[in-house]
């Protein structure tokens, strides 16, 4: 009997969300609420998941060879290095995240809107990315050192409280 590896991830788009994603069928599940942001210390956080369009995607770490890896939920996953992706906007309320590897290419247009950027907690540090997780997603894959800061982050046993 083989053992089921889930992995814990926490949401792109609430910061106290975390769920399961099983990696045999590439499933998340069990979307459940963390009530206090200390409680993330104590949960081995390995990637994070969110939705772009009607369709959710997984960004996690592939333990084994300490690489980002990136998928749409019951489909593959491809490492982020190996594949490219790419985000474009398309006008002012559409934008389009496109995933390729190989001979597999899986495109999907979704609404975007700058105006949800408006913040009503007047985050400092808040960027667009932090609403769009296929920009978000975009970002990390042209970022060197975001990847690798996740990388360390995510090997870690402890998430250690920090979002990213």
């Known amino acids: 009997m083989t053992e089921t590896k889930i992995l814990t991830l926490l949401s792109h788009d609430k910061w106290l969300d975390v769920a399961d994603y099983r990696l045999s069928t590439h499933t998340i599940e069990n979307i459940r609420h963390v009530d ?3 409680d993330l ?10 939705t772009v369009g009607s369709e959710k995607i997984v960004v996690s770490l592939d333990k084994s060879f300490r690489a980002l890896v990136v998928g749409f939920e019951h489909d593959a996953q491809f490492a982020l290095s190996n ?3 790419q ?10 995240l496109t995933i390729t590897h190989g001979a597999y290419t899986r495109s999907l247009t979704y609404p975007h809107h700058r105006d949800w950027v408006e913040d009503d907690f007047n985050f400092d540090m808040s960027s667009y990315e932090d609403f769009d997780f296929g920009l978000w997603i975009y970002g990390l894959k042209t970022d060197p050192d975001l990847r690798q800061r996740l990388t360390q982050e995510w090997a870690g046993a402890r998430h ?3 979002i990213v």
């Open 41 to 50: 210390k104590f949960l081995e956080i390995s990637g994070r998941y969110g």
């Open 36 to 38: 206090n942001p200390e």
């Open 160 to 162: 250690g409280g920090s």
């Open 83 to 85: 594949c490219d992706v």
């Open 87 to 96: 985000w474009t906007q398309l006008d002012e309320t559409l934008a389009q």
